[in-house]
């Protein structure tokens, strides 16, 4: 008989769900996100992104090159990694950083792991804790961030106060001015509270929420964020769990421990609109490769990434904790995953 | 309206079961030539009792038990024995099989006919007409009916199910022959309950037969006290395990058996056969078959005489052969076989044949990106994806740690993998080679 026919293991059949398609989806989520960089910072942040971008496609298909295996580019993965690499960057950082940053997320967070699938933290987080430990001062500290268009930095109105991020501002500027209220005025004193007043009103929340308040480039507005997330939500690509979890932990520990002046004061809009955290819960706490496998684990590092999130922005060294909180809870995925094996149906 | 019944966890593919659902099944013509394997069930392969040149009737005994959990084989055609030798069984490796050669006559053994009278039969002697007739589970375990049926004495079974989820995209013999046969099924009911004597059946079928389940409903008001319940149409509701945790909340013990937590289910096909055992004295030599898929004009339900050629079912629905076929596959498309060639024959545990034209999906296996839709589906609860890497890197010790052994090897993983993994064929992998590890051990 001339017919050949195919013989393989079951199943036959298969989901249309693919590598390409679920990236190719994020890379749509990361679009609204995207556009209102370019609207809020101008066109750098999209030179930022394109470099970041193209960057991460290069290095990729250039690793595998180097390592002989297929290259996957068009799989679409290199580009979300890039997307996210430029969206923690700000929008005065120089175009060679985006370059750099995304070359290091591939080669050295992914491909020397083995490529997707095989990396155990978040390439674009990674490669951003590598740009902050390198270049602190454009990361970071940097008072300097171009505030958004038709925004300011701070979003509140400062006297005798240096404008930063709001999450600068608590930490570098009020909190001190709370923690050694003996050795300040009183007129600074008064000045911190007024900031404070102005950050727990639902204007500034707004402010937050629409993108008139300063941050890195693709954080700036939680609600281009947030539909974006839906869009990942819907097609189940993100699980619930994670976003919920965390956006949760924060909010409780937020209103626990948040306020400078007593325990059950602190700011909830606030600490859950400004930094990172949307973008972080919605796009790199969720990253599937990085995060446990069990919807058990997911609640775990989802609570995880919210404790060590708080206690950074609380306690720590840095204004913001998102990327820490992450990546920490990356190292913990492979304990996570075996502390949370599902009892299996008709186990003892 | 009461929370529909099901299992945690499962899939929906596409049911493809439209092009078949309403076409009654027909009887195709006798073949000239069968090919009937010995060993078509679990358990000990029957010893021939024949030799080339004999001539058989249909239903002659063309090879006898060798054990309890051993049936008869019957010839399926009348005609000459025309030998004893290697054939290629539908799983591709080969096997004993008798080859006969149809005399087109048609001429049956003298049937034992007791219609009517099987309720003076005792348990045993049903049984004995239930091992006579060399039937097994026909949903495709294919393990000996009578033995399934003889639970020990510390194993009391309170509930029988008929299992007519049919959950396997496709096919729809079973749904057919509840509409077809519904008062031989019941009657076929009737007799494992007095076998088992058990307090509980309930008759399963998935909401998408609603005619099924109004018939069978409609029936059951008359004749006793049957429950009918609707399933969730869910892959694979059909699964004995996920059948029981369904209906009855209990979760059968891992390694263990159904009738450890006091049930026994049994398919369609197989009530059937020991209906037409008990009360005919008829073996079982012919088996209704879906012919079906892409590749097929004519799909329909065709009753088709065991030993059978695929080849030859096709030819005779089709009149010639499909012009592009890419996958021939015995069974359903989630847990069938793809065979190898189409001269194979229909066996016992061939409830159908989906023939899928080119180009077939294919997996194309990439690395894992831990999507954890494998962990989310897997009705066993366990971790398909990393079982897989543990048997692709032949970690046996991990296999063994991660129940590698509780797979049912249903497909659900395998058909939701976005990286197209080859799930179910490395977990097969290390499946089999920790029981045979196990086995070696045991010796």
């Given amino acids: 008989m001339a017919m050949t026919l195919k013989v393989s293991s079951s199943p036959h059949i298969f989901t249309n769900e693919s590598i390409p398609r679920i990236m190719l989806t994020v890379v749509i989520s990361l679009v609204p996100a995207a556009v209102g960089a370019v609207y809020f910072f101008g066109a750098h942040a999209l030179v930022l992104i394109v470099l970041a971008v193209a960057s991460a496609v290069g290095t990729e298909a250039l690793c595998q090159k180097l390592r002989g295996v297929p290259v996957t580019v068009n799989n679409c993965s290199a580009v979300v990694t890039g997307i996210l690499l430029a969206f923690n960057l700000p929008a005065n950082a120089p175009w060679w950083m985006a370059v750099l940053g995304s070359a290091f997320a591939i080669a050295i967070v992914k491909e020397l792991f083995g490529g997707i699938g095989y990396n155990i933290w978040n390439p674009a987080l990674a490669a951003r804790a590598f740009l902050l430990a390198s270049w602190p001062t454009t990361m970071i500290s940097s008072t300097e961030f171009p505030a958004p268009r038709g925004g300011s930095l701070s979003g509140v109105e400062l006297d005798g106060i240096t404008q930063a991020t709001p999450l600068q501002l608590i930490k570098n500027t009020i909190i001190p001015i709370f923690e050694k209220a003996e050795s300040v005025s009183a007129a600074q004193v008064e000045s911190a509270r007024r900031v404070l007043e102005q950050m727990a009103n639902a204007d500034y929340y707004g402010a937050l929420f629409w993108g008139r308040v300063g941050g890195v480039i693709g954080e700036t507005s939680a609600a281009l964020l947030i539909l974006g997330g839906i869009l990942l939500l819907t097609r189940s690509y993100i699980d619930w769990r994670v976003p919920v979890g965390y956006i949760g932990t924060v909010a409780v520990l937020a209103w626990v421990f948040g306020g400078p002046e007593g325990y059950f004061t602190g700011n909830v809009g606030f600490h859950v609109l400004s930094g990172g955290l949307l973008l972080g819960a919605f796009f790199m706490a969720t990253d599937m490769v990085t995060s446990p496998i069990t919807r058990k684990g997911k609640w775990i590092f989802a609570v995880g990434c919210g404790i060590f999130t708080m206690l950074i922005r609380l306690k720590g060294g840095y204004p913001e904790g998102v990327s820490y909180a992450i990546l920490l809870m990356n190292t913990a995925t492979p304990l996570i995953d075996l502390y949370t094996k599902p009892k299996i149906y008709g186990g003892s | ?443």
């Fill in chain 2, 1 to 443: 309206m009461f929370k529909e019944a099901t299992f945690k966890g499962g899939v929906h593919p596409p049911e493809s079961k439209a092009a078949t659902s309403d076409k009654p099944i027909k009887t195709l013509g006798l073949p000239d030539n069968v090919i009937l394997p010995l060993q078509q069930h679990i358990g000990a392969p029957p010893e021939v009792t024949i030799e080339p040149g004999d001539k058989v009737k249909v239903g002659s005994v063309i090879a006898k038990p060798t054990g309890f959990v051993s049936v008869p084989l019957h010839s399926s055609v009348s005609g000459e024995v025309k030998s004893i030798s290697d054939q290629i069984h539908p799983t591709g490796v080969r096997m004993q099989a008798v080859t006969i050669e149809s005399d087109g006559e048609d001429t049956w053994e003298e049937l034992k006919i007791e219609s009517g009278t099987h309720n003076e039969l005792s348990v045993d002697e049903l049984k004995q007409k239930i091992q006579d007739a060399g039937i097994v589970g026909l949903g495709g375990a294919a393990f000996p009916t009578h033995v399934k049926l003889s639970p020990p004495a510390g194993k009391p079974i309170d509930t029988f199910i008929l299992n007519g989820a049919e959950c396997e995209p496709y096919l729809t013999a079973d749904h057919r022959q509840m509409l077809e046969r519904k008062k031989e099924l019941i009657e076929g009911v009737k007799m494992i309950v007095r076998i088992l004597g058990n307090e509980r059946t309930i008759i399963a079928i998935e909401r998408n037969k609603p005619d099924a389940i109004e018939t069978l409903e409609k029936l059951c008001r008359k004749e006793g006290n049957f429950e009918v319940l609707g399933l969730k149409t869910k892959y694979p509701q059909g699964g004995e395990k996920q059948l029981i945790e369904a209906l009855t909340g209990r979760e059968v013990p891992s390694g263990g058996l159904p009738m450890d937590v006091g049930c026994l289910v049994q398919n369609v096909s197989t009530v059937l056969a020991v209906y037409e055992a008990v009360t005919e004295g008829r073996p079982l030599i012919e088996k209704v078959v879906t012919l079906t898929g892409s590749a097929v004009a004519n799909p329909g339900n065709y009753k088709v005489r065991l030993g059978t050629m695929v080849e030859e079912v096709i030819k005779q629905v089709e009149g010639e052969m499909p012009g592009n076929l890419g996958k021939a596959i015995m069974g359903g498309p989630m847990m069938g076989i793809a065979l190898p060639s189409l001269d194979v024959p229909v066996i016992k545990g061939t409830n159908g044949l989906v023939l899928l034209s080119d180009p077939v999906p294919v997996a194309i296996h990439q690395p894992c990106i831990r999507c954890g839709s494998c962990v989310d589906t897997c009705p066993v609860r366990l971790i398909p994806c990393e079982l897989a890497l543990f048997a692709e890197n032949e970690r046996w010790d991990k296999c063994r740690e991660y129940s590698v052994k509780d797979c049912i090897e249903c497909g659900a993983c395998g058909y939701l993998c976005p990286a197209g993994r080859n799930l179910v064929q490395l977990i097969r992998y290390g499946k089999y080679t920790v029981i045979s590890e196990d086995q070696k051990k045991n010796k």
